[in-house]
C-alpha cells in the first residue's frame, strides 16, 4: 500500500501498541461514528495500520474511479461467516463491514463503509483530512482537488466527488435495496498477495473460517480481467461493462427501464445494445441511432457516453469525472470486432 508507506516513513513511526478489536458496537450503533477511528478499524499513528480483525481483498476487474488507487478489507464480527452465492453478492452477517479506501500515491481521499446492520445495510463516507491522520463523515459528500500521474505517464489534476448518501443507494441498490457490488464469487476468484504468500481469495476465506459453502476455486465462476491481454477480448469487455455499468442497467436496478442490460449474465444482442435504439433519445445518444453498431464504435452511443465528460452525456454518470482511456479503447476494440449484419 504506497500511500501507506509514505505515511510511516513521514511520521518516523515506531512500534505500535497493540490495537484494540474494531468497535462492533459502534458499527452497529443507530448512528454513524463522526470519525473513522471510532470504529478502530485502522489502528497507530495516522491510522496507517489495517485492525487484525480486517482481511485484505482484490478484485478481477473493479469499478473506475478516476484512476485511483483502491484498498479494500472485509470485517467480520468474531465467529460469523459469510455464506457463499455463486451469483450475485455473497450473503454477510450482521455486523459485517466492508471497508474501501481512496487515494493517489501518498495521500488519501476518503474511506467509504458498508455495513451490514439488523435492518440491512447502510453506506457512509469519511473524509480525510490533510495531516491524514484522521477521516470525519460526509453525510453530504465533498469535492476535494487531486493531482496525480496516470498510467501513460501524464500529470492529472482530478476534482474528486465524494457521494453523499443518497447516491451511495443510488449504485449500489438492486429491487430497492441497498447492496455490495464488487464482493462476489466470480470477481473475488483470484489470487492475493497475503503477507503469508499468494492464495486463492475463495480459498483462504474459507480456510480462515470466514466463508461457508465455497466450492474449490477451479469449480466456482471467474471473471475475466479487463486488463488481461490473454483472456478473450469479448470476456474483458463485458467483465468490464458488468462491473461499471450494470449495478444500475440490469433488470432489477435503476435503469431496469432503459432496456440496456449490461450484466454478464444478459445473453440477448438487443438487450446488450446491439442494433437497439435508446428509449429516450436526448443529448446523450449524440445524435446516434444505436448502443452498439457492430464493426463501428465510432457508431455506437455507449461509446459516445463513455467518452464524455460533460454531466448529462456522460456515463456511468457517478463515480467519475475523468474518461477512462483504456476502458474505452478495450470496448471500442470488442465492437470493432463484431461483424456487420
Known amino acids: 500500500m504506497r500511500w501507506l508507506a509514505a505515511l510511516a516513513a513521514l511520521l518516523c513511526l515506531g512500534a505500535a501498541p497493540p490495537p484494540g478489536p474494531v468497535a462492533l458496537d459502534v458499527l452497529l450503533a443507530e448512528t454513524p461514528a463522526p470519525k473513522l477511528s471510532d470504529y478502530r478499524l485502522f489502528t497507530g499513528p495516522g491510522q496507517a495500520t489495517p485492525n487484525a480483525g480486517l482481511t485484505p481483498y482484490d478484485l478481477n476487474t473493479p469499478l473506475f474511479s478516476d484512476y485511483a488507487e483502491k484498498h479494500r478489507f472485509l470485517y467480520l464480527p468474531p465467529g460469523a461467516k459469510v455464506r457463499y452465492r455463486e451469483h450475485g453478492a455473497f450473503e ?89 457490488i464488487g464482493p462476489n464469487a466470480r470477481n473475488l476468484n483470484r489470487d492475493f498477495a497475503y503477507a503469508s504468500g499468494p492464495q486463492n481469495q475463495l480459498a483462504h476465506w474459507t480456510r480462515a473460517g470466514l466463508l461457508a459453502g465455497a466450492p474449490r476455486p477451479e469449480a466456482a465462476p471467474r471473471t475475466a480481467r479487463w486488463d488481461d491481454p490473454a483472456a478473450p477480448l469479448a470476456d474483458r469487455a463485458r467483465a468490464y461493462l458488468d462491473v461499471n ?61 463513455m467518452t464524455s465528460t460533460e454531466p448529462g452525456v456522460m456515463m456511468p454518470e457517478l463515480g467519475r469525472t475523468l474518461t477512462h482511456d483504456e476502458g474505452l479503447a478495450l470496448v471500442r476494440a470488442w465492437i470493432a470486432e463484431m461483424p456487420r449484419p
Open 92 to 180: 454477510f452477517p450482521i455486523g459485517a463491514a466492508l471497508v474501501k479506501t481512496f487515494g493517489y500515491p501518498g495521500r488519501r481521499l476518503e474511506t467509504r463503509l458498508l455495513i451490514r446492520k439488523t435492518e440491512g445495510w447502510t453506506a457512509f463516507a469519511y473524509v480525510w483530512n490533510d495531516d491524514q491522520t484522521e477521516a470525519v463523515l460526509r453525510r453530504a459528500g465533498a469535492r476535494l482537488e487531486a493531482r496525480f500521474t496516470d498510467p501513460q505517464g501524464r500529470a492529472r489534476t482530478v476534482e474528486w466527488a465524494v457521494p453523499n448518501q443518497n447516491q451511495c443507494k443510488e449504485c449500489h441498490q438492486l429491487d430497492r435495496t441497498l447492496v455490495p
Open 245 to 305: 455499468c450494470a449495478h444500475c442497467h440490469n433488470p432489477r436496478a435503476v435503469a431496469s427501464n432503459s432496456g440496456l442490460y449490461l450484466d454478464l449474465d444478459e445473453t440477448r444482442p438487443a438487450a446488450l445494445g446491439v442494433g437497439k435504439g435508446p428509449v429516450a433519445a436526448g443529448r446523450g445518444s449524440g445524435g446516434l441511432r444505436v448502443g452498439i453498431e457492430p464493426g463501428r464504435p465510432q457508431a455506437s452511443i455507449l461509446v459516445h457516453r
